[in-house]
């Protein structure tokens, strides 16, 4: 039975990986290395430091990589300030019903507490939730299960009671192995076969978890 939702961020509830990759292009484009929103999807999901060594695999460890990511940081603050943070279809609508319903929640995410936070924020969605995981918290990050599992314990929910809601594959591995409901809503990664193999749904759009819980929930017996 669905007790709890665990929401991952980038992707999920903004339409941050988006921007990012604009970002990373644009960033490319002042360093003089043209096409590097094509990589900028390889490391969707993974920590700071993930993203160094992934760099550094593709580029050389002569590959500025600081410069490069507060450049591009810069970048999307600049947008950020200009525009807002871009939220994506659905996610006040589902936060409603998740508050209306006693539903605990929980964010689940490889972003930074600063930047993350930040986000949350300044979009309004922060009160909405009960708990708060950020990748700089743990030593693992996704696809590992901790952050996922440590989100479950701070709500004081078993992990096979939560539901996770993930854009990317790494994050379904992750919330697979933590042994929860998994429902992917892709974003700029389609799923693959390991994908379907490892989510229980897959929905396009925030819209339609209300009805994924309302099923788990008749079908839990209650």
């Known amino acids: 039975m669905i007790l709890a939702v665990i929401f991952d961020m980038d992707g999920l509830m903004f339409d941050t990986e988006r921007l990012c990759t604009w970002a990373t292009e644009q960033t490319g484009k002042e360093m003089g290395r043209e096409g590097l929103s094509g990589?900028?999807?390889?490391?969707?999901?993974?920590?700071?430091?993930?993203?160094?060594?992934?760099?550094?695999?593709q580029f050389g460890e002569e590959f500025p990589f600081e410069q490069f990511s507060r450049r591009r940081q810069e970048i999307i603050d600049r947008y950020i300030r200009e525009k807002g943070v871009p939220v994506k279809p659905g996610l006040f609508e589902l936060l409603n019903f998740l508050k209306r319903g006693g539903f605990p929640m929980a964010v689940a995410t490889s972003t930074s507490r600063r930047h993350a936070l930040a986000y949350l924020e300044r979009t309004g969605a922060a009160p909405y939730f009960d708990q708060m995981m950020f990748g700089d918290m743990l030593e693992n990050g996704k696809p590992a299960?901790?952050?996922?599992?440590?989100?479950?314990?701070?709500?004081?929910?078993?992990?096979?009671?939560?539901?996770a809601l993930e854009d990317s594959p790494?994050?379904?591995?992750?919330?697979?192995?933590?042994?929860?409901?998994t429902v992917m809503i892709p974003d700029l990664l389609p799923p693959d076969q390991d994908d379907r193999k490892r989510y229980d749904y897959c929905v396009p759009s925030l819209f339609e978890v209300p009805a994924l819980l309302q099923k788990e929930r008749k079908e839990g017996g209650t």
Not at 145 to 154: E, F, M, R, T
């Open 145 to 163: 299960p901790d952050i996922y599992l440590k989100a479950a314990s701070l709500l004081e929910v078993a992990p096979e009671d939560c539901m």
């Open 170 to 181: 790494r994050g379904i591995q992750s919330a697979h192995a933590a042994g929860m409901t």
């Open 39 to 57: 990589f900028a999807k390889e490391v969707i999901g993974l920590r700071e430091a993930e993203c160094k060594r992934k760099y550094f695999m």
